[in-house]
């Protein structure tokens, strides 16, 4: 039978972060950034390339090719690292798309949140053309805040993009660990998350103090001195909102705040600790404005809400991390992978909902693929946050029969997974790879544990694993309470097979513990 429909839901050697689920017509496509297999820096691929499915089966996504090209854009630099940064698509009133997006190219000094760049195709997943950038009605780029990570929302017909960027100070603090982009010098992230919990406290949100702390911060990252923001109504850091005029990109009226970030969100605030920090999305639903967003904790989606598209926004919750934290309580320090950036929102199929998001691969932050829980949205609106699984977009549950590849673990730890950013690694943690068009998970070690949730079982199975390395022990096979069969692990240098027989049933997660010396890599398992 075919298994199709698990995390990640697009192929094993495609990464697309940032995703934006929509449905037009009768598909779902999934507009996002393009990262490479084993990168060093995000959206290295330097285009935006299109995926869909049906509607009525969103396990079955189909390549829609190349749809727009960072050389395209007109700051474009030869020879210059020209990124594509998280883009959304909406359905304008004159039945076009739109693709908004933010451009980086390394050889300019402007900040990515410095503007809001437009590209028109006449179907979703066409050919997108420049067509220009997001500016005031005399003409000049809107910039007046930070402009990063856009979403757009076609409002019955009044147009509506939602956009902004905050510092964030965990995000901050995962930065100084391993090799940075483009493979600067290693750094220990373990010393660094210590180096972070000693840093000082920070003056409190809105105080003098804090404007005087931050006068450096801007001048530094988005080249803004103290005279172009002493007259802004708002920090310059923050989520906001502004409609746009049919044109699709001349800003119509004021721009508005929705949600502040980590330095103007006060201790009595209901976002404090979950202050905005990157990754605007919009959705309404039955007539409420979700807007959902990635928090100061930089692992988790979460979500305010408004019967008002521009303005009363509350704290809702989290609806995903990328590590479980939060998740029935669970701390950072217990996180279930390596955490980094998400970014993702909320889309509707078949009446099912679902929050699309991104894990990380490869010990970096610059190789991230989509994945996709269903979630419920209670009667009073709220959405309680969900697990990180191996199921996808199924229907069901994941059925023990045939091979899974490795790599669809939802649960990959030591014990001490980190959390990180711009960063790849070079220390000894469990991960997702790849060699000789193969993906896997290497660096298993003794303490690590590899999961997936959820099967349907009803009996019992012969369980097969396809291993190699130089680590010699025992691969432990459990279901959440109950030790089910032990496979033993020689050292091999070639892909080898082992198995055991497991008896389990009902709706369980199936966890492989390795116990041992030595290091092993890990293709699949199969029920035979």
């Known amino acids: 039978m075919s298994q199709k429909g698990y995390n990640p839901i697009l192929p094993l050697d495609e990464y697309i972060p940032d995703g934006e689920p929509h449905v037009f017509g009768d598909r779902i496509y999934l507009f996002g950034s393009h990262d490479t297999e084993g990168g060093l820096r995000y959206c290295a691929e330097e285009n935006y390339v299109g995926w869909s499915a049906p509607v009525s089966n969103p396990t079955e996504w189909r390549y829609e090719g190349i749809l727009y090209e960072a050389k395209q854009d007109p700051d474009y630099q030869p020879g210059e690292h020209n990124d594509l940064y998280a883009p959304d698509v909406v359905r304008g009133n004159d039945g076009r798309y739109y693709l908004y997006y933010n451009f980086v190219c390394s050889g300019s000094a402007a900040s990515f949140h410095d503007s809001v760049k437009v590209a028109v195709c006449d179907t979703p997943v066409g050919k997108y053309e420049y067509l220009g950038f997001v500016k005031n009605p005399d003409g000049t780029p809107q910039k007046e805040y930070l402009m990063g990570d856009p979403a757009v929302i076609n409002d019955d017909g009044v147009i509506r993009l939602y956009c902004g960027w905050s510092l964030s100070m965990v995000a901050a603090g995962a930065h100084a660990q391993g090799r940075g982009m483009e493979d600067e010098e290693k750094q220990d992230y373990k010393a660094a998350e210590q180096k972070q919990q000693a840093a000082p406290q920070m003056p409190e949100p809105g105080s003098e103090a804090m404007k005087y702390a931050l006068a450096s911060v801007y001048k530094m990252l988005f080249h803004r001195d103290e005279e172009a923001t002493k007259d802004l109504k708002y920090p310059l850091m923050g989520a906001n909102v502004m409609e746009l005029e049919d044109d699709m990109m001349t800003v119509k009226g004021e721009v508005k705040r929705i949600v502040a970030g980590q330095f103007d969100t006060p201790k009595d605030s209901e976002f404090f600790g979950h202050a905005f920090y990157e990754a605007a999305s919009i959705r309404k639903i039955n007539g409420t404005y979700y807007f959902i967003y990635s928090s100061e904790n930089s692992n988790e989606l979460c979500?305010?809400?408004?019967?008002?598209?521009?303005?009363?926004?509350?704290?809702?919750?989290?609806?995903?991390?990328?590590?479980?934290?939060?998740?029935?309580?669970?701390?950072?320090?217990?996180?279930?992978?390596?955490?980094?950036?998400?970014?993702?929102?909320?889309?509707?199929?078949?009446?099912?909902?679902?929050?699309?998001?991104?894990?990380?691969?490869?010990?970096?932050?610059?190789?991230?693929?989509?994945?996709?829980?269903?979630?419920?949205?209670?009667?009073?609106?709220?959405?309680?946050?969900?697990?990180?699984?191996?199921?996808?977009?199924?229907?069901?549950?994941?059925?023990?029969?045939?091979q899974y590849p490795a790599v669809i673990s939802c649960v990959l730890t030591n014990g001490h997974m980190p959390h990180c950013t711009n960063t790849r690694l070079e220390d000894d943690i469990p991960c997702i790879t790849d060699s000789d068009g193969e993906r896997y998970i290497t660096d298993i070690t003794h303490g690590t544990k590899i999961g997936y949730k959820y099967f349907d079982f009803n009996g019992s199975y012969d369980l097969e694993i396809t291993y190699r390395g130089k680590g010699t022990g025992k691969m432990e096979v459990y279901s959440s309470h109950q030790l089910l069969g032990v496979i033993d692990c020689k050292e091999s240098g070639e892909w080898t097979k082992a198995k055991t027989k497991i008896c389990v049933n009902g709706k369980e997660p199936l966890f492989f513990c390795f116990t041992g010396e030595g290091k092993m890599d890990l293709l699949s398992f199969q029920f035979c």
């Open 303 to 402: 979500y305010a809400i408004s019967d008002k598209p521009d303005q009363d926004f509350h704290y809702g919750g989290t609806i995903i991390s990328n590590g479980d934290v939060g998740y029935e309580g669970r701390k950072a320090e217990d996180r279930l992978n390596m955490t980094a950036n998400d970014h993702g929102s909320l889309e509707c199929i078949n009446g099912q909902w679902y929050i699309f998001h991104h894990r990380q691969t490869h010990k970096s932050t610059f190789s991230r693929q989509a994945c996709a829980e269903k979630v419920e949205i209670q009667p009073d609106g709220s959405i309680p946050q969900v697990e990180c699984t191996s199921m996808g977009l199924r229907e069901g549950l994941l059925q023990p029969e045939g």
